[in-house]
């Protein structure tokens, strides 16, 4: 074990703080203050304090795991552990063709194991069946932050903008429990004039900090963004020089806004006339602004349109590719941006190439030593990959991810999963989903293993080892390679994490998430680099949907200066200092513009009706950290936090009969789960939150909807209808 403070990053959301783990007396480590990191400057949330806590936990898995006869799970060696998968797959192709293996990835994944996933699906294993639960998480604003500017990363510019713009509106984003010490740059923000709007149907502990807090009926977001611009452009407050010299589609989307009226709007929502009339004047009289969304208008059946339309509202008022001003989408995994970057997204290949792009493939197939041709096309999105499994897709290889707890409709995933021929899962403990296994590998987390991030600012991270695995665990890595050797790949599956990175970097060279001037020794002794960050020694020519020449990177813009003295984007030898600011010069489209999106209101796909007559709505504690696979293990945070609740108003509750903890069955057209009553005036009379942590009983993902956005294939976890019931005795 190192001797001395080993600097590196959190395990959990995709704020990544930066943290220093110390030598404990009892073997382990303990989590110590790292004040330089600039983005948490030394602040933590519990989760992060706690993390070491998981690693010496007493139900840590140390010993591979197979089903035996009996139906139980018995402790096994590696080698027969190994050859059980290996087997497993190869039965499934054999039998039914490379589609019959899925494989299914995680958004906590560092980039080396994202990526050696990804390619292992498509070389390994040849299937096109792969897919990753950042899914679930950001994909909508992914889906508009390309259309709109032909590049998708959570945020165009860091942090330290946040508390120098002058109206910041926060969409479905409740950072005070998911992330709470970025709550710090709102602060930031009002202390030095700023204006903060939340937007929230609950009055979160973010919406109580707000000077504006808008309270939209669950699903609706969309509508409200509408009703917006719609005002913007009525009260004559458009930036015509700007959307003229850098935007097209203007007059399609100024249509669509225009048949949204302020009363109207009101209607859908809930939102006042005056309200929309007073989020307007925030918005536009500062000269700088932004609109920051999270979960709540992603993970919506119409996603993103409604990311587009809160991305017109900044087009039409010149506010992004601007200093201080823009759109930004907080991305929630700890590497929710590096997972979906790297080729374990279906339709992905490294470096946020398409797999459908011929000289995508190309370039990668090179780097990987294959025929271009013998790469799969795209395949399934993750739900529909859940719901596929024991029909098309027989065995199933999972890492990192709980589906059984985070999916949708989480009863039917829970079902097809037990459905297949075969399932493996490498996790840490046994989590929901690994306990259904036919076999369970046990592998090193975080502090055990070096590896890179990449943060919501698009900061690449490095991780450092600072203990060494427990007896018996093994690296993703490893089990990569061991399963690659055993289904017949010797070559192109390396367990050293720096090696695969290097691979990674050629991969991704001249692509639009371009790291090919990024290595290790830069990320030691810096705050990490943005990307997209080109080597001087790369190939030329991204092409025409790439970003590294399109936007402008490598041009210091004065915004681009402040940065470097804080944030370390690197010194002239070097080479390309990286990107904290996107857009400044041009959009990363064709001819450089940023796209409107021509969208109008449409309702959720399940709306209240008599059976069902009230909206639920899912989300997070700040305790827990979201399948709770880990957090659940740790003492403090189920202290904290220890189960599921259905939060209410008081008249709902008066209505039910129900009083402060009373068990409540929430019943959806997909299940039932029952919580204790929390009945609160901080959430609607209309809706129920319940938060979706916790498995069993209490379960919020039995509830929830799966239907997709037709665009990014993101499930509709945040707007289903419900009927309450007391659970008398
Ligand atoms: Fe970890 Fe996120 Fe908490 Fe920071 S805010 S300590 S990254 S969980």
Redesign the pocket.
């Known amino acids: 074990m190192e001797t001395s403070a080993t600097p590196t990053?959190?395990?959990?959301?995709?704020?990544?703080?930066g943290?220093n783990l110390t030598p404990a007396p009892d073997g382990g480590v303990e989590v110590t203050e790292r004040a330089d990191f600039p983005v948490?400057r030394g602040?933590?949330?519990?989760?992060?304090?706690t993390?070491p806590a998981v690693l010496s936990s007493r139900v840590r898995l140390t010993s591979p795991l197979v089903r035996s006869r009996d139906g139980a799970l018995r402790p096994a060696g590696w080698g027969e552990a190994l050859d059980r998968i290996a087997e497993g797959l190869a039965r499934a192709r054999v039998a039914h063709g490379p589609d019959a293996c899925g494989v299914f990835g995680g958004g906590g994944l560092t980039n080396e194991k994202a990526y050696a996933l990804g390619k292992f699906a498509r070389i390994v294993l040849g299937t096109s069946q792969i897919d990753y639960n950042g899914r679930f998480c950001m994909s909508s604003a992914a889906a508009a932050g390309n259309a709109a500017f032909g590049l998708d990363r959570g945020l165009p510019f860091p942090l330290e903008d946040v508390p120098r713009t002058g109206c910041v509106i926060l969409v479905g984003a409740n950072p005070a429990e998911?992330?709470?010490?970025?709550l710090r740059y709102f602060t930031e923000l009002r202390e030095n004039g700023g204006t903060l709007i939340v937007v929230d149907p609950r009055r979160t502990k973010t919406a109580e900090q707000a000077d504006l807090h808008l309270a939209p009926r669950p699903g609706t977001d969309l509508a409200l963004a509408l009703g917006l611009l719609h005002l913007v452009v009525a009260e004559g407050r458009t930036d015509e020089d700007y959307i003229r010299r850098r935007t097209t589609g203007w007059e399609e989307a100024r249509a669509a806004a225009m048949a949204h009226w302020p009363e109207y709007v009101e209607r859908i929502t809930g939102v006042s006339v005056p309200q929309l009339r007073q989020a307007v004047r925030m918005f536009c009289e500062p000269e700088s602004a932004m609109v920051l969304t999270a979960r709540g208008p992603e993970q919506q059946s119409k996603g993103t349109d409604t990311v587009g339309a809160w991305i017109n509202l900044c087009l039409a008022t010149g506010r992004a590719g601007r200093p201080l001003s823009g759109y930004g989408c907080l991305t929630g995994q700890?590497n929710g941006q590096g997972g979906r970057e790297h080729g374990q997204k279906a339709d992905q290949l490294p470096g946020y190439r398409k797999l459908t792009d011929p000289e995508a493939r190309r370039h990668v197939a090179e780097v990987w030593d294959v025929d271009p041709d013998s790469l799969p096309g795209p395949g399934r999105s993750a739900y529909e990959l859940l719901d596929a499994l024991g029909t098309d897709v027989r065995a199933l290889l999972l890492m990192g991810s709980n589906p059984v707890v985070s999916a949708p409709r989480a009863a039917h995933v829970e079902e097809r999963l037990r459905s297949l021929d075969f399932l493996a899962v490498s996790d840490v403990v046994l989590s929901e989903t690994a306990a259904l296994a036919d076999v369970v590998l046990p592998v090193a987390q975080w502090a055990e293993e070096t590896g890179t991030t990449t943060s919501l600012e698009g900061r690449v991270l490095l991780r450092r080892r600072a203990l060494a695995p427990p007896p018996g665990v093994r690296t993703d890595l490893e089990v990569l390679h061991e399963l690659a050797a055993r289904l017949g790949v010797e070559k192109g599956f390396p367990t050293d994490p720096e090696e695969v990175f290097d691979e990674l970097r050629r991969a991704t060279a001249g692509a639009p998430a371009d790291y090919s001037g990024i290595t290790y020794r830069r990320l030691a002794e810096q705050h990490g680099v943005f990307w997209p960050c080109p080597s001087e020694n790369g190939p030329a020519g991204p092409t025409e949907s790439d970003t590294a020449t399109v936007t402008g990177t490598g041009t210091r813009t004065d915004a681009d200066a402040d940065t470097s003295t804080s944030t370390s984007t690197g010194t002239d030898t070097d080479g390309h200092p990286g990107t904290p600011r996107l857009f400044l010069d041009r959009f990363a489209t064709g001819d450089g513009r940023a796209r409107f999106a021509p969208v109008s209101y449409r309702a959720a796909a399940e709306e209240p009706d008599e059976e069902y007559p009230v909206l639920l709505t899912t989300g997070r504690v700040v305790a827990q950290?979201q399948s709770g696979a880990q957090t659940r293990r740790v003492d403090e945070l189920n202290t904290a936090a220890p189960g599921p609740f259905v939060e209410l108003h008081p008249r709902l509750a008066a209505r039910l009969g129900a009083a402060e903890g009373d068990p409540l069955a929430v019943v959806s057209r997909r299940g039932r789960a029952v919580a204790p009553a929390r009945i609160t005036t901080a959430i609607r009379p209309d809706t129920v939150f319940m938060p979706f942590h916790w498995p069993g009983e209490g379960r919020a993902n039995t509830l929830t909807n799966p239907a997709l956005d037709p665009t990014s294939r993101m499930p509709e976890f945040k707007v289903c209808a419900v009927r309450l019931e007391v659970v008398r005795p």
């Open positions: 990053h959190c395990p959990y959301c995709a704020l990544q703080c943290m948490n602040a933590l949330c519990g989760k992060g304090r993390a998911t992330m709470p010490p970025s700890g950290y």
